[in-house]
């Protein structure tokens, strides 16, 4: 009875808490599922904005069609360091024709494109200028002639005169002595005067100082008379050679080829006046050719004579090699002349053009990249590398070397079996992402 009563009390106490504890309102909570659905997506964003910023790929992108692009392979093999250029065919020596003399065209003998040999007449000019001084100085060469025999006559007539006149002189002189001798011999036995004796001598002794004096004189007339006609024959040598240099002035108004040849080209017709100096044609030597290159001016520094190169010409490759670099550089070209070792082709025609392969250097082993479009715009400072999946290419720095027209020489930037895009970039603009 006792338990009953107890389990009864027991029960209504129970009862009766849990009616007060129902009854007072309870506290409400703070992380309840709207709070936390709201700290949940902010977490999320967060995390994602964090992404973006910090790990996503910010870089600039383009999407482009594969197709429409060229991709090639970076690859390892012998880099042959040449060039490709053009080279004409031009004889080995041409022959300006220069008007040695000036003057009116009146007759023209040969046409451009005429073989001629040396010595044949191209053309005849007219001056008359040049004959009157040619007339001149051969009338002035005459007039010293005539007068150069004019005074060797008078030497030889004034020659024989002072001989004469000392014959003539010797012979008073003999019959003076003798009369001398005659009045010493009597005088001295005192059978004549010596006035008569004195008269004798004086006479003997004024001929022959008389003698002295005509011997001086003569010697005189005869070395004044030599100095005259070597200044005679000094002024006649000098006219002659004046009247031979006219002459040759006069033969040069007949041009001649001075070498034999193909006249390439004569720029005169008859009646007109041609000046001293002015070219007037060339004349091509047949008997060798030689081909003139035109060279990007990108590789003067490494163009000298010596190099050489290969022509093709039916089927077959010749040997060249650069006898002569010209300097000069015009519209970002210069130009070398390049000889056949071997010797010229059968068949090979001037004015022909024909690629040559110029070779810079040895070959050597270097990483290669094919040529292409992708050059003009990055100026082979870098270019587009495609990843590992294929689907996207990415700017890369690269550095190249020497280029030939199959490959460039690759310095840095890329490896062996990358892919990279070699066609044009025109329309890529500055993105650094290209997407497939």
Avoid: C
Wanted: hydrophobic fraction near 35%; charge should be neutral.
């Amino acid at each position: 009875m006792a338990n009953e009563e107890a389990k009864l009390l027991a029960q209504s106490t129970f009862t009766h808490s849990l009616i007060e504890h129902m009854d007072r309102v309870l506290p409400k909570r703070f992380w309840t599922n709207q709070r936390l659905a709201l700290v949940g997506g902010g977490t999320l964003l967060t995390a994602l904005l964090l992404y973006t910023f910090v790990f996503a790929d910010r870089r600039s992108a383009l999407n482009v069609e594969k197709d429409k692009i060229t991709v090639s392979a970076v690859s390892t093999g012998p880099f042959e360091d040449f060039i490709a250029v053009t080279g004409v065919v031009q004889p080995l020596k041409t022959i300006r024709l220069d008007a040695i003399e000036g003057g009116y065209v009146t007759q023209k003998l040969v046409e451009g494109g005429s073989t001629v040999k040396k010595g044949d007449v191209l053309l005849k000019l007219e001056n008359q200028s040049l004959k009157l001084s040619f007339l001149q100085s051969e009338t002035e060469a005459n007039r010293l002639v005539n007068e150069l025999q004019n005074t060797r006559q008078r030497l030889q007539i004034e020659r024989f005169t002072l001989r004469k006149n000392l014959a003539d002189l010797e012979a008073q002189i003999d019959q003076a002595k003798d009369t001398y001798d005659r009045q010493s011999k009597l005088y001295k036995d005192k059978v004549v005067s010596e006035e008569d004796y004195l008269k004798a001598k004086r006479a003997y002794e004024r001929l022959v100082g008389q003698r002295k004096i005509d011997i001086e004189s003569q010697k005189y007339q005869e070395d004044n008379a030599k100095i005259q006609i070597k200044q005679l024959e000094g002024t006649l040598n000098r006219t002659q050679r004046n009247v031979a240099l006219w002459q040759q002035t006069l033969d040069n108004l007949v041009v001649k080829a001075p070498v034999s040849g193909q006249l390439s080209s004569i720029d005169v017709e008859v009646g007109s006046n041609i000046n001293r100096g002015q070219n007037i044609g060339q004349i091509d030597d047949m008997n060798g050719f030689k081909m003139r290159v035109g060279v990007d001016e990108h590789y003067i520094s490494r163009v000298f004579a010596g190099l050489n190169g290969t022509f093709e010409f039916n089927g077959k490759n010749y040997p060249l090699s650069i006898s002569r670099v010209y300097p000069e550089v015009k519209s970002g070209r210069f130009e070398v002349d390049m000889i056949f070792p071997q010797g010229a082709p059968q068949g090979i025609k001037r004015g022909q053009s024909s690629p040559i392969q110029l070779e810079l250097g040895k070959a050597a082993k270097a990483t290669l990249l094919p040529v292409g479009g992708f050059f003009s715009d990055t100026g082979g400072n870098w270019v587009y590398v495609l990843d590992k999946t294929g689907k996207r290419a990415v700017k890369r720095s690269i550095t190249l070397g020497r280029k030939n027209p199959e490959f460039y020489e690759v310095l840095s930037g890329l490896e062996p079996g990358d892919q990279v895009i070699t066609s044009s970039y025109e329309n890529f603009g500055d993105n650094e992402v290209l997407n497939f």
